[in-house]
């Protein structure tokens, strides 16, 4: 099984899913958002997987500084410009996905994966 999960080292939310992997002995590989951004192949990959509305986070501070809740935008290109806006953490597993906490499904893959 392997694990790809997208956040920052701050996000608490990224922080409890790479401790829910690792307390069941998978070691995800971590993408720092604040240090590399996103791929489009990925970010389509992920879009395709939990929907395009779903990428944006409009908590983050990026969305509320851009002003972005009175804005029409793609969220694709939006996200591929600013890869702060991405609602975390996105967990990857192959061609599924997740954004946020997700802890059945986690659970779940691990489930198929034995």
């Not at 307390?23 to 590399?36: A, M, Y």
């Not at 939990?50 to 509320?64: F, I, M, Q, T």
């Amino acid at each position: 099984m392997t694990i790809q999960i997208f956040g920052t080292k701050k996000c608490k939310n990224t922080q409890k899913a790479v401790r829910f992997f690792k307390e069941r002995g998978i070691t995800p590989h971590q993408v720092d958002l604040r240090e590399k951004g996103i791929s489009p192949g990925e970010l389509s990959n992920i879009a395709r997987a939990v929907g395009r509305d779903n990428l944006v986070d409009p908590e983050s501070r990026a969305y509320k500084d851009k002003g972005m809740a009175y804005m029409e935008f793609d969220p694709e290109e939006e996200v591929l410009e600013n890869p702060l806006l991405l609602k975390t953490p996105v967990v990857r597993n192959g061609k599924d996905a997740t954004i946020g906490l997700a802890l059945e499904t986690w659970q779940a893959w691990i489930e198929q994966e034995r």
